[in-house]
């Protein structure tokens, strides 16, 4: 069942596969429009992925990466990690993808003999807002962002293999993002923050972090994989979170490239490289990750695993690093990071945690429930705790069972936002658990870039469009 | 046993990791000898693989990668797949050496504000042959070599996990020579070579090969890495074979950079950056290979896994790729060649193969001697075939067994470099046998450098001093 495709999709994965290739063939031909071309490569990405995830299913169960879906019926064993080939197919395509954006400015510049002579400027080649070509010294960025995905990809399926301890694996991407750090050291070395307005009477208008620079871009590295991590357990929340966030995160590049530039204004802009370089990594992922949604749609045929959740994070991580909208890009995560702080009291053990806090699923009505930790002598709950937890159930933001007799808390559900949602609305199907919280991200994505685009000139002089 | 390191060897790796933390923080303080930096990186790669290599052995054999030697005369099981421990270690170092080689450069430019301006040039702060920095548009080779490298790394686990066909493994080299060819595209994009003196009055001086250009360089990434993979077999040889091939391009870089250059030739001289580029790649080469070496010496500790021959190969690949050395390469890797030649036959299946061509272990002697193809109705051998390894076994380059009746061959020995040196020089222990071919490799490659060196102006007017 699973190792083929059907017939009617081989034939809608050819056709997009033909497509895709015949617009790459004429952008390489014609001037290059890299946008036109990052798109066809999405589609490609799209098709590959989609077809190599059903093809290797098998292999991988072979090779031992499957695992068992809890909240089913029937505990059949599907392939598990299939995120790794989603990230390898992404991948490939950023390697392939490398002559478009950096194509023309060289022929322009070798085109005198067989040295590079730097006469032609990068503005002179352009003839558009789209054809937009990326000055040399962007291509580093662009290879050391594909170095510490391919990075976390490699430890990520060594994360999946040998079964890292918590505590190690928390740091997987900061190993990951090393190479982004070290190239943004040699190739760029800017440590200078602007200051929001009210604070500049204090810091003045820049400020220069040094090394918490790096130290804050390492964090941004390490938080955004691990929150996506935490907030995982049910079909297809991993992708759809992902996709949602990528989604935004491209709809912002948007609006920046799309409304013709102020009048005076240079055009190009000089945002214009950040956002165009970041739909080149955002396109493709987008197109590889809805490939893996609908594998990993409910019902489930396959799992995608830590890689993907790593992967995905340090997509998000490289381009607001790289594209200098880390801000913007931690609005976007307000779900990750509301889970991630609501998780805090049991990760830290304030609160004592179970092995698995994924929702329960309930054999009898087919329905997920949120699953409980149970306090008893071996799990002992600090009776401050126990307070603090009650005051949280009257406000609904957790459910406690007491003791009728002695009134102590016996039981809460886990503290993760799958679990609180479905204190909120009740038992519910996976699909329609993944489908409200992906509902949960666009609206606080889309608030988010409300605040970032109408509210951000109240703290800053000037936003980015000059 | 295997898990942990004894008090002596703790002892002596943290002296050496201690000394060369104590030369790095002086190169990064000082002036910054990218070279001495290096030369400090590769004692830290040493240390560092020596340990992992111990530590994680269990953790390999309990994630399946484990394999039993058959040349020994009890089978006992050992890890496999060591090489990506390796090949880990390397790749991190040279993502941390990053800021060497390149550092001086930016913070001379960045001297005077927040943004990049390109007036200081490289040369002006340069303070001698050692302390050069490379320009920073070499930043993407590097990156693309890490990258292609990585990709190699990747794909090669790949292999190991899952058991990839034959024909499809062959490959592997080439998907990951896409990024290095990829960036020789937008960045340096020269495809003309020198045509040597004999044959200008027909080709000119100069001739553009064009994408045939691109073709050679991923047929060399193709064939360094599956070269190696194929003279393998017994414990040490992968790793000593690419060791020697390792040091003669070491030695060879240094033949440009230790004499001094010319009378009236500028210095550094116009192959440095290429040289020290060749370098860098090399001694974390050497150092983490040297710690594989010793746990894979006869009697082996560990299998260093086809991961290590894909990932030396395509080292010496991209080494002599970017390097524009790839000639040179080719005549180090003349027992390779030899070997491939020879094997060829078989490999085609004009002469029958069995599945393992590695030496026999005979258990009496404790001495290995040729494995042979045994040829009967099922294998049969074709009668010309027969001819020409009978004319072969009168010139000692191959043995084979006739029927005395019929005069037929029904068996010879498998054609590979390692069954070719016992049949000339008799069976011998497997620690010897490998001894033997290292000394060829060496002699071979010694050889090929007085050739590349002395004689190559007897067919090209100038060598790349000048």
Request: aromatic share 12%.
């Amino acid at each position: 069942m699973a190792g083929s495709l059907s017939r009617r999709e081989q034939f809608m994965l050819l056709s997009l596969l033909a497509a895709c290739l015949a617009v790459l063939a004429n952008t390489f031909d014609g001037d290059g429009e890299p946008l036109v071309a990052s798109l066809a490569f999405s589609g490609i990405a799209f098709a590959s992925c989609y077809a190599l995830v059903r093809w290797l299913g098998d292999a991988f169960m072979r090779a031992g990466f499957k695992g068992k879906d809890m909240s089913k019926p029937k505990l059949v064993e599907i392939p598990e990690t299939m995120g790794a080939v989603c990230a390898t197919v992404y991948l490939f395509i950023l390697i392939v993808f490398i002559p478009f954006p950096f194509y023309k400015d060289i022929v322009a510049a070798t085109s005198g003999g067989g040295n590079r002579d730097f006469i032609l400027h990068v503005q002179e080649v352009e003839t558009g807002r789209f054809l937009h070509r990326f000055p040399h010294s962007k291509l580093a960025s662009y290879l050391s962002a594909i170095l510490s995905l391919q990075t976390v990809v490699l430890l990520g399926i060594g994360d999946d293999l040998f079964d890292i301890r918590w505590r190690h694996k928390i740091l997987i991407p900061a190993f990951a993002a090393i190479p982004i750090l070290s190239v943004y050291f040699v190739d760029f070395g800017v440590t200078k923050i602007v200051i929001p307005t009210p604070l500049r009477p204090y810091f003045g208008e820049l400020f220069d972090l040094g090394w918490l620079y790096y130290a804050y871009m390492a964090a941004i590295s390490i938080f955004c994989p691990n929150s996506i991590n935490i907030l995982a357990g049910i079909n297809g929340i991993e992708v759809s979170q992902s996709l949602i966030i990528a989604m935004l995160l491209a709809f912002n590049d948007l609006l920046y490239l799309l409304p013709p530039p102020p009048a005076g204004f240079p055009s190009p802009h000089p945002a214009t490289d950040s956002h165009l370089f970041s739909l080149y990594l955002l396109l493709p992922f987008i197109g590889a990750s809805l490939a893996l949604l609908a594998h990993n749609w409910f019902p489930a045929r396959v799992f995608v695993g830590d890689t993907y959740c790593y992967f995905a994070g340090m997509v998000f991580a490289v381009v607001g690093i790289l594209g200098h909208f880390s801000k913007t890009l931690l609005l976007l995560l307000v779900p990750q990071i509301a889970n991630f702080v609501y998780s805090a009291p049991q990760l830290f053990h304030l609160v004592p945690c179970p092995r698995h806090r994924l929702p329960r699923f309930n054999r009898a009505t087919g329905l997920l429930e949120p699953s409980t930790a149970v306090f008893d002598e071996r799990n002992p709950l600090r009776p401050v705790v126990g307070a603090v937890l009650k005051l949280l159930h009257r406000v609904r933001l957790v459910r406690v069972t007491t003791d009728p007799a002695s009134g102590r808390v016996v039981e809460c559900t886990n503290l993760t936002l799958l679990n609180l949602w479905l204190v909120w609305w009740g038992p519910m199907r996976e699909d329609r658990l993944c489908l409200g919280l992906s509902a949960l991200q666009l609206a606080c994505g889309l608030f988010g870039l409300f605040v970032r685009h109408k509210l951000a000139l109240l703290v800053f002089t000037q936003d980015n469009w000059g």
